[in-house]
């Protein structure tokens, strides 16, 4: 352990240098704004700076830490258009909106924002620390994880979606086979066939993730405000404090250090990603400490673990990545794609053979993320000020914002049409109360899941039991068999305690 800690002074030593501090900066900052744009995420952000940085001929490590940077400041900024627009601005700041934009609606927008740079601030700060201590031992427990294992986890994950709705599971179930529906779209990377595109060579490629997410939370809800015709000029009151006090922190502390360690936990095992964290953390805590149905209307609590669970796994998802070698997620395995640009192969080896490569990095974790608190917090004020913009500006500005990111992907007005279809239909299912939460995760991880479990049963020669042998997979089937069953049970013991509350008086 001695020796650890003095590779993380020595790479100290390397993030502290000044080209690197003014690219952690920089990229911070980038990853921050790229974050609030819907639709471009973590992956396009450090996609679009790799090149930049290798044809700027930056040391490896200065490379690196500069795409770090904008890595966790996209994490940072999705959740401002979350909170503020209810446009979720990447997969993992989905759960973020559920609290988060109902606290703007109050006029907390500004609480909502500063809460969220601190969960997630306290959620990388653990995380990096976990890497520090835990790295070799956590990439030997990844590597348990096999098909099987990450099909129950998925399994897992969708209980937990349908348990987070309280009193709509079936809704919530509903919309997450909506999502799962819509992931199948396009070519079959087993066999070859064209799935459910019905002979249009623009389904080909399946249902791009920012026409989904720009289509079900943003056109519909452009069409929500159409539809309730405010006459004043802002979309929400943007009115109150714009930090948190003392109190809140407090509310949150325990949750967001539970969600910190739980999102890390996540990140660590290859594929899973900031997605599945967020959302089995606001399950936790919805569970844990949501005594009076207050979370989905503008919890607190709400916000901060999915944030600290998001910003968590991110940092987690370099575990795998430095000592196996195998991308965490998306995004670090772009930048696997950066480091053998440089001749550098990552894994076991890499500790020993590029020591100032990894704990440079990892040094400027702590570093970016202190960097990330301070450019968030005092930005609150500014944030918030989109939220006086007047209705007759925002929602043509938000029209135009959305256009541009889904013409983006393919430039196709097919895509388009698509996303205003899909906007429709997602005003409709939310007129009808059934939540949009789930339908983005059930999208998002339906690729995950089958192309699991086809591994699994090709590994077994088509034995269904192959799902359930192992420990692991019994452990999470009966996680999601009791976020299934424990729900029902407790609304039922509640109402009749409730019920023999009511009687009790008149006898």
């Not at 599971?169 to 909506?178: I, Q, R, S, T």
């Not at 995760?441 to 591994?455: A, K, Y």
């Amino acid at each position: 352990m001695m020796g650890t800690w003095e590779h993380l002074l020595g790479g100290f030593g390397v993030a502290l240098q000044p080209i690197n501090l003014l690219v952690a900066a920089i990229g911070a900052f980038i990853g921050t704004v790229v974050g609030l744009l819907p639709g471009l995420g973590p992956i396009n952000g450090v996609a679009i700076l790799m090149p930049l940085a290798f044809a700027l001929k930056l040391p490896p490590e200065t490379a690196l830490i500069l795409l770090a940077a904008v890595y966790i400041g996209c994490e940072y900024g999705g959740r401002i258009s979350s909170i503020l627009l209810n446009v979720p601005g990447d997969a993992g700041a989905i759960m973020t909106a559920i609290d988060g934009y109902p606290m703007a609606r109050k006029g907390l927008g500004g609480v909502a924002l500063s809460i969220s740079a601190w969960s997630s601030f306290v959620g990388s700060i653990v995380a990096t620390l976990g890497i520090v201590m835990f790295a070799p031992l956590l990439a030997r427990w990844a590597l348990a994880f096999g098909p099987a294992e990450y099909f129950a986890l998925m399994c897992f994950a969708f209980a937990c979606i349908a348990g987070l709705m309280g009193q709509s599971p079936m809704k919530a179930g509903l919309a997450a086979l909506v999502g799962l529906s819509l992931s199948t779209v396009g070519l079959d990377s087993n066999s070859g066939i064209y799935r459910f595109t019905f002979d249009s060579v623009h389904l080909s490629d399946g249902i791009q993730f920012v026409v989904v997410v720009i289509g079900v939370f943003s056109i519909s809800e452009i069409l929500l405000m159409l539809e309730q015709h405010h006459g004043r000029g802002g979309l929400i009151e943007a009115k109150g404090r714009t930090l948190f006090n003392l109190k809140e922190m407090a509310q949150t502390g325990w949750g967001t250090v539970r969600s910190s360690v739980l999102g890390f936990v996540v990140g660590v095992l290859p594929g899973a990603g900031a997605t599945i964290a967020s959302a089995m953390a606001y399950s936790m805590e919805k569970r844990l400490t949501d005594k009076n149905d207050s979370f989905g209307s503008g919890d607190i609590r709400g916000v901060a673990a999915p944030e600290a669970a998001n910003n968590a796994s991110a940092a987690g998802s370099f575990v795998p990545m430095l000592t196996l070698g195998v991308p965490g997620s998306g995004t670090t395995a772009v930048m696997v794609g950066a480091l053998t640009l440089y001749n550098i192969t990552p894994g076991p080896a890499l500790f020993t053979q590029q020591p100032a490569v990894v704990w440079g990095l990892i040094a400027s974790l702590f570093i970016g993320n202190v960097m990330l608190l301070f450019i968030n917090i005092p930005l609150v004020g500014v944030f918030t000020r989109i939220l006086l913009v007047p209705n007759w500006a925002l929602v043509p500005g938000i029209l135009a914002v959305s256009a541009v990111g889904v013409y983006a992907v393919h430039a196709t007005t097919f895509d388009l049409i698509l996303m205003s279809a899909l906007g429709v239909a997602g005003y409709l299912l939310r007129k009808a109360g059934v939540p949009m939460a789930p339908l983005i995760l059930g999208f998002v991880l339906g690729d995950l899941m089958e192309q699991n479990l086809r591994r699994a049963l090709s590994i077994s020669n088509g034995g269904l039991s192959i799902l359930w042998q192992s420990r692991i997979s019994i452990g999470l089937w009966l996680g999601a068999a009791a976020m299934l069953a424990l729900p029902p049970l407790y609304r039922a013991v509640a109402r009749q305690r409730g019920a023999r509350a009511g009687v009790a008086p008149a006898v």
